[in-house]
């Protein structure tokens, strides 16, 4: 496994690697008023992000060739996935159907074999609809879920855990607080818009026994429509022979490899 699908894949054994050390019992009330007040604001921000009708979200991912990926995702399992290298979109239509496309410059680096020149010709500004049963399907699909940062913001809300607070940041104009859970090497930080509705805007994974960069999502809008409009029939290529190439050539950091 790579060390960025390495990264990516530790997310989901979180739930059960991760280990969150509570806050320990202060010297005074103001303290222990400011460590409430701490723990509620986390609260409400993993509130605002479990409760929310839609999420945009921007996180590496080993299925993105070394980039980052942007998904948008809504209650009715609306999704649009974008590689931000501009090496495919995904499409995901409430009821699972799913379309890939991968672009041309993608393509020309693999039309150097037979398989590469195939794949070229059939998907050049075309759309693959994926079979619910293919590993490029699941991924997606698990993209989409925010599985793993879901169950996160579940850890992270259980009664009793408490949350540090860490020196305030500004990131894109905004004042962003940082609420750390564990300590050093096993711990996870969710940074809350300081000012207005306290959305969560960042949630980071230090784990560096596991990976050795921490593991980043950044939570970029909530609430903004999701649409998804199925291509065209002109645009779709609907075939297992070319799915099953797309796997082997195009899919490069998909689990079960």
Request: aromatic share 4%; with cysteine.
């Amino acid at each position: 496994m790579t060390s960025r699908a390495k990264r990516f894949a530790i997310l989901g054994a979180a739930g059960a690697v991760l280990t969150l050390t509570a806050c320990e019992g202060g010297a005074s009330s103001a303290g222990e008023n400011g460590r409430r007040a701490d723990s509620e604001l986390l609260s409400q921000s993993l509130q605002l992000f479990k409760a929310a009708s839609s999420v945009r979200v921007s996180a590496d991912s080993a299925v993105a060739m070394g980039g980052r990926v942007d998904i948008s995702v809504d209650r009715d399992d609306n999704c649009r996935v974008t590689a931000q290298n501009r090496v495919f979109h995904v499409a995901v239509e409430r009821g699972g159907r799913t379309w890939m496309n991968w672009s041309d410059d993608l393509l020309d680096i693999g039309a150097v074999s037979p398989e590469g020149v195939q794949l070229k010709q059939e998907l050049s500004g075309k759309w693959l609809e994926l079979s619910p049963k293919g590993r490029i399907h699941r991924s997606m699909a698990d993209l989409c879920a925010l599985t793993a940062v879901r169950q996160l913001a579940d850890q992270m809300a259980t009664p009793g855990r408490r949350a540090v607070r860490d020196t305030e940041i500004t990131e894109q104009g905004e004042r962003l607080v940082p609420l750390r859970q564990g300590g050093q090497g096993n711990s996870v930080t969710v940074y809350v818009k300081a000012d207005g509705t306290p959305y969560m805007r960042r949630l980071t994974v230090d784990m560096p026994t596991v990976a050795p960069q921490p593991v980043d999502f950044q939570f970029q809008g909530y609430g903004e429509s999701v649409t998804v409009q199925p291509p065209k029939v002109t645009q779709t290529v609907r075939s297992a022979r070319i799915e099953a190439l797309a796997e082997k050539n195009l899919a490069a950091g998909l689990p079960g490899r």
